[in-house]
Structure formats: structure tokens, C-alpha cells
């Protein structure tokens, strides 16, 4: 009956919003903004998210919600328009799908391209809509059996599985730039006894950094310098005649989508990783298993499947850690938790009691803007490619505009500026040393977290770390943080190379 | 209760801790894989790369660092943003070398008589005169952009139609966003001097 009551909610919930005139302009409207926004390389799906967030900081909840998913959705999809007409991604999370889609297009299938990826977004999108409506209650209701020992180790994990998954060089290079976001976190006066930490005397420092011109600063500016500096130009976009569904091809490939929908929910579940991991994830995986892996890379429909499908799934994916405990599972949603947080929704295990309705709320406007970007796929395609034709050092001085007009917004202070080009210039020289930013930015936003409840934990323990032994939760987290940190010593490394020599040679066939 | 875990200093120390040991295992790293020997040889062969790149650098961190610590907290706005929005477009998308060069010396030399004014506070002695005195000097600054662009860029046709759309790209986004802004989500603007006031007039007259 209960399973049957939430179905019920659901649709209806579907029904109103569907039925609302205004509702469904915002959600087409930032449906569109974010397929362009996504098609234009250097601008990502997060920045597009943390750019509306201050436009939708005077509407209701629930049409700022449309606003951001239906961004969200819709860069994330738009990114492939780039792979596979320029050669040139339009967000990392459609880098991999650049291997098999520009050659789609060279030999004239552009259209067909566009078409399974369209397809392809839509059910990776609807997949991970249905995780959500699964798992967010059942996290939820495990999550209120966490006392403040859980939540410390699970907000110290996260940093952990972030840093050690970004990172293209060395993975205490991730954790360096976790363990930076959290020690950024701490300025300011702290939550339990209010005493200033590292503000230097500088009074609008008393209240911490701010979350979202934070995060538009670590995203945006880097962004900016990278095109500018490197003089990114985008050649002549393939021309490609109708873009319709291909339901034949995707039906012929279901065993790809399945497996991609699971790997990008999986995937996305994980703090701070992201799309572009669930992509290249999801294609090495494709790869791995198809029967003729050596014509990936020349123009294989699987392979633009794989990708589509896993990093559109991934958005359902990432908002489950997102709404049931507080903990972002990609840079787009941590820039939706800056959203929730602006708008009084305070996400973690309370959500569901403080607002019962709210998680079915975000499945529904999920579904909708998936079918939002499906249409708007389908019907804009030959529009948007022509914002391609814009040289990006055109509209790379009006994204800088929006990122500052954008971080003054909220709050209304010019300190939130100050702050913001320091931390978007550290950001890019962290970037160009090969530091990943996400675990800075999920450190910044997990770091308050992290503070407040080791020193609850500690304050109800006297003292003790014997809880976090005790209680069997905490210690299969601490299991794997320490696990995480032991598996990158030479000792560990060289103790499974010695494995697999002795159990991985033909003599023990 | 003056106990160690109550204190505040206990997560600066934990992550403290925690940087310095993966630091120095990083440095520990570093010497096993080449050293400061290898540091010092790629930094000889970053100095050696050409300056473009850093020049582009340079001028794009010029435009950002004015835009924020100079223009927007003391100019109108509005003028601060067309201003900056000229500037980084024109030094980039006429995408010449010499052209980059003499433009962000213009606009350097312009931004640090703008930072004297400011550092003596004689822009507060200057708007007793007139409210947007400030606002007039850098209109005036921003006219001289214009047509210093417009002296670099004569004789090539290319470069001509590039410096319209560059102007009419600073003014008429910066326009739509601010007006919206100001007047659909009523956010009061950092500085709002004489051509947001003149935007008032003209949204008000109607009303």
C-alpha cells in the first residue's frame, strides 16, 4: 500500500507540474539554456547550474528545482553536440563520446549521431530517475540511524573516494586538494563555540566562505583562463540532415544501456566523481566486452551509446547522496546543494521528515525534464548547432560577467568577489598542476560536516575514539578510508603485484 | 569544560597534519622521480616557451583583477562591465599578437592612473564637484579605448567589422543582463552611478 501510495504521488505530481503552464516555459526555457550551454566548449553543466541558481533565488522552490534539473539535463546531454559535430567536447562528461561520434559524422551520420545520444540521454536519464525514486527513501530512512561518528567518517570518505577517483596524476594530489577544501571550509567563526578561525580580523570573514560564489569560482574562472589561454577555436560543425530517435539501434544495443545506465547510477552515487568518470568508465567498459573492440574509436554506435547512457544516468545517480545525506555526488550537484541551501532545504536523512514530499517532488521534475530534452533534442538540434559558430573569446567575457554578476547576487556583498577570483585563480594553478578541483570544492562544502560532528562525536564519547570501533557502520568506513589510504603505499602495491605473479601465471591453470 | 576535543584548533590540526604527510610523501615522490634537478630544467624550458601564451595570461588576469577590484566597487556598474567587456574582448578576439601588446598597455597605463586617484581618495574629493565625476573619467577612458582600437585596426577590413561586433557585444548583453537584474529580480547593484540612474529615469518615466 505504501509502495503504491508513493506511485500514486508521484504521478500526480508529474500531472501538476505538467500541468502548469509556467512550470513547463521555465523547464523548456532552461531545458534549451542548458543544451546551449552545454554545446559551447568551456562552459560546463556546473557552471551553468551555479550561474542560475542566483537568477531563481526569487522564485518558489519548486520552479528554481525545475530550473536547475532542467540545466542540469540539459548541458549534460548538450556536451555531445560538440564531440561529434566539432571534435571538440562541450562538457568533459561528453569527451569520450567524441571517440565514436566525430567519426559517426565524418562518414555522414551525423544525424544518427545526435539521434542516439538524444535517445540514449533520455533513457540514462529515466533510469536514474527510477534509482531515485528507489533508493532515496531507503538511504534516507538508514541515514537516520547515523549519529555524528557516521557522518564524520562519511563526510571524510567522500573527500577520500573523490580525491582518489579524479585525479589524473597521483592520487594524493586529489586527497591534497580534498584535505585544501576542507581547511578553506574552516575559516570563519566556528559552528560549536563561535571562535574565529583564520579570518585574520576581517569581519565579513566571520561568516565563512560562502558556498556558491565558491564554487563559481573554482569552476568558471579556470574555465575562462583555459579557452582563452590556449586559444580554443571551434573548426566548421559537420552538417547532418534529420535527428529522430533511433529506437531500432538503441533497441538492438540494449545490453549496452543496461550496463551503462547501472555504471553511471553507480557511479554518480559516489561523492564528487561525476559524469565524465561514468562516461569513460562506462565506455572502457563497453569496449572491454564487445566482440570487435578494435573498431571502437572509428565510428561504433555502441560506443556513443555507452557514453550517453552512463553520464545522463549518473545525474539520478548523484543527487541520491545529494538529498538523503547532504553529500553532493557530482560538481553539478554540489552546485544544487548551494541551490537547496539558499532556498532553506537543508538535504541529509532530515529531508524526508522536515519535507516528506520533496524527493518524489525532485523524481518528478527529473522525468519531466527528461522528456523536455528529448524534445527539444529532437526539434532543436539544427538551431542549436549554429551557437557553435560563436568564437569563444566572444562569449567567454560575458560568462566572466555572469560568474561575478552571479556571485554578487547572492548576498549582495562585493567581499563574495574578493574571495571569488583568489579561489578561481588557485583553482586554475591547481588545474595546471594536475590537482583535481572536485575534491576541493566537495572538502569545501563537506567541511562544516566534517567539523561539527567529530567534535559532537568526540564531546558525547569524552574523548574516546572507541565508538568509531564499536559501531558497525563507523568502522566499515573507517575500514575503507583506511583501506583507500593503505592501497596507495608501495608496500600494498607491491604485495598484489607478488599476487598476481604467483596466482595470475599459466602455471597454476 | 577546557578539554583538548572541544577545541576549535582540533580540525586545523587534524587536516594540518594530515597536508604536511601527504606533502611529504608527494616531495618524497618528486626526488625519486627526478628531483630538483628535473624542477629547475623544466622551469629553463617554460622560460623558454614564447611569451605569447604568457601574455595572453597576463592581460586576461589584468582584465579580471581591474573588472573586481577596481571598477566594481567604485564606478556605475553598468560602465565598469561595458568597459571591461570591450576591453577582454578586443584583446582577444582580433587575435593578433601586437595588437594584445599595445591594447593592454593602454588599458594597464589607464587602470593604474584610475588606482592613483583611488589610493588617494581624490575620486571622493573629485565627486564633491559632481556626483559622477568618477563615471564621466572613465566614460571618457572608455570613448579613448574605442578609438585607439579604432587607429590600431584602420586599413584592415576584417579587423573593423571585428571591433563593431566587439562593441556592440560589450553593450548590449551587459545591457539585458543588468536591466533584468535590477529590475525583474530587484538586486540592488554594487555601484549604481550616472547610467544606471539614467536607466531608472527612463524605467520609471513609464511607469
Same mark, same amino acid.
Given at each position: 500500500m505504501f509502495i503504491l501510495e508513493r506511485i500514486y504521488d508521484f504521478y500526480l505530481t508529474v500531472f501538476n507540474l505538467a500541468t502548469n503552464i509556467e512550470t513547463m516555459l521555465l523547464l523548456f526555457g532552461s531545458t534549451i539554456l542548458g543544451i546551449i550551454f552545454g554545446a559551447l566548449p568551456g562552459l560546463t553543466a556546473t557552471l551553468g547550474v551555479g550561474l542560475l541558481t542566483t537568477l531563481t533565488y526569487g522564485i518558489n522552490t519548486s520552479e528554481a528545482m525545475v530550473v536547475l534539473l532542467g540545466m542540469y539535463v540539459g548541458a549534460v546531454y548538450g556536451g555531445s553536440y560538440g564531440s561529434i559535430? &566539432? !571534435? %571538440?567536447? $562541450?562538457t568533459p562528461a561528453a569527451a569520450a563520446t567524441a571517440l565514436d561520434g566525430y567519426p559517426l559524422a565524418c562518414k555522414g551520420e551525423g544525424g544518427t549521431a545526435l539521434g542516439i545520444t538524444t535517445t540514449s540521454s533520455f533513457i540514462g536519464t529515466m533510469v536514474g530517475m527510477f534509482f531515485l525514486a528507489i533508493f532515496a527513501p531507503l538511504v534516507a530512512s538508514l541515514a537516520l540511524q547515523f549519529t555524528s561518528f557516521e557522518f564524520f567518517l562519511l563526510a571524510f570518505f567522500g573527500i577520500m573516494i573523490s580525491g582518489g577517483l579524479t585525479g589524473q596524476d597521483l592520487v594524493y594530489k586529489g586527497w591534497i586538494s580534498g584535505m585544501i577544501g576542507l581547511f578553506l571550509s574552516l575559516i570563519g567563526r566556528d559552528h560549536v563555540q563561535y571562535f574565529p578561525r583564520? #579570518?585574520? +580580523? %576581517? #569581519?565579513?570573514l566571520d561568516g565563512g566562505l560562502e558556498i556558491v560564489p565558491v564554487l563559481i569560482g573554482a569552476f568558471g574562472i579556470p574555465q575562462i583562463i583555459q579557452v582563452i589561454r590556449d586559444k580554443l577555436s571551434v573548426g566548421e560543425a559537420k552538417t547532418f540532415q534529420r535527428v529522430l530517435p533511433e529506437w531500432g539501434i538503441i533497441f538492438r544495443n540494449i545490453k549496452t544501456i543496461v550496463r551503462s545506465a547501472l555504471i553511471g547510477v553507480g557511479i554518480g552515487a559516489v561523492p564528487g566523481v561525476g559524469e565524465d568518470v561514468a562516461a569513460w568508465v562506462s565506455y572502457g567498459t563497453a569496449k572491454k566486452v564487445s566482440? !570487435? /573492440?578494435? !573498431?571502437? $574509436? *572509428? +565510428? &561504433?554506435?555502441e560506443g556513443v551509446i555507452a557514453c550517453e547512457t552512463a553520464n545522463n544516468a549518473c545525474i539520478g545517480g548523484a543527487i541520491i547522496p545529494l538529498l538523503t545525506? =547532504?553529500? /553532493?555526488?557530482s560538481p553539478p550537484a554540489a552546485m544544487l546543494l548551494g541551490a537547496l541551501l539558499i532556498h532553506n532545504i537543508a538535504p541529509g536523512p532530515m529531508l524526508s521528515i522536515d519535507h516528506p514530499h520533496f524527493i518524489t517532488e525532485m523524481t518528478a521534475i527529473l522525468c519531466l525534464a527528461s522528456f523536455a530534452m528529448f524534445i527539444c533534442g529532437l526539434v532543436l538540434a539544427r538551431q542549436v548547432v *549554429? &551557437?557553435?559558430?560563436? /568564437?569563444p573569446c566572444v562569449f567567454m567575457p560575458i560568462v566572466l560577467f555572469l560568474c561575478i554578476i552571479g556571485s554578487y547576487a547572492l =548576498?549582495? *556583498? &562585493?567581499f563574495n568577489l574578493y574571495l571569488m577570483v583568489p579561489i578561481g585563480i588557485l583553482a586554475y594553478v591547481m588545474q595546471s598542476m594536475e590537482y583535481p578541483i572536485a575534491p576541493l570544492v566537495i572538502g569545501v562544502i563537506l567541511g562544516p560536516m566534517a567539523d561539527e560532528n567529530l567534535r559532537r562525536a568526540l564531546m558525547v564519547s569524552q574523548g574516546s575514539f572507541l565508538p568509531f570501533f564499536q559501531r558497525p557502520v563507523a568502522m566499515i568506513l573507517l575500514f575503507v578510508i583506511v583501506w583507500l589510504f593503505v592501497s596507495q603505499t608501495p608496500v600494498y602495491k607491491r604485495f598484489t603485484a607478488w599476487l598476481k605473479r604467483k596466482y595470475g601465471s599459466s602455471d597454476y591453470i | 569544560m577546557n578539554v583538548w576535543f572541544v577545541s576549535s584548533g582540533l580540525m586545523p590540526v587534524f587536516i594540518g597534519g594530515l597536508i604536511t604527510i601527504m606533502g611529504i610523501i608527494l616531495c618524497h615522490r618528486s626526488i625519486k622521480d627526478g628531483g630538483a634537478s628535473q624542477f629547475f630544467q623544466d622551469f629553463s624550458l617554460r622560460k623558454q616557451d614564447s611569451s605569447g601564451e604568457k601574455l595572453r595570461l597576463f592581460a586576461l588576469l589584468l582584465v579580471i583583477c581591474s573588472y573586481v577590484y577596481l571598477f566594481t566597487p567604485r564606478i556605475d556598474f553598468f560602465l565598469g562591465t561595458i568597459l571591461c567587456q570591450v576591453v577582454f574582448i578586443s584583446f582577444f578576439y582580433f587575435d593578433r599578437q601586437d595588437l594584445l601588446k599595445k591594447l593592454s598597455i593602454f588599458y594597464l597605463i589607464g587602470c593604474l592612473l584610475f588606482l592613483g586617484l583611488f589610493m588617494m581618495k581624490a575620486d571622493k574629493q573629485l565627486n564633491k564637484y559632481s556626483p559622477y565625476f568618477m563615471d564621466v573619467l572613465v566614460l571618457i577612458f572608455f570613448i579613448a579605448y574605442i578609438v585607439y582600437c579604432r587607429v590600431l585596426v584602420r586599413g584592415d577590413g576584417i579587423l573593423k567589422k571585428k571591433l563593431k561586433i566587439t562593441v556592440i557585444t560589450s553593450i548590449v548583453p551587459p545591457l539585458l543582463i543588468i536591466s533584468s537584474f535590477k529590475y525583474l529580480l530587484l538586486i540592488p547593484l554594487p555601484v549604481e552611478g550616472a547610467f544606471i540612474d539614467v536607466m531608472n529615469i527612463l524605467r520609471y518615466a513609464f511607469h
Open positions: 559535430l &566539432v !571534435n %571538440i567536447p $562541450g583564520f #579570518t585574520f +580580523g %576581517i #569581519t565579513e566482440k !570487435n /573492440p578494435e !573498431n571502437f $574509436g *572509428k +565510428g &561504433v554506435y545525506l =547532504g553529500i /553532493p555526488g *549554429k &551557437v557553435l559558430r560563436i /568564437p =548576498g549582495m *556583498k &562585493v | -
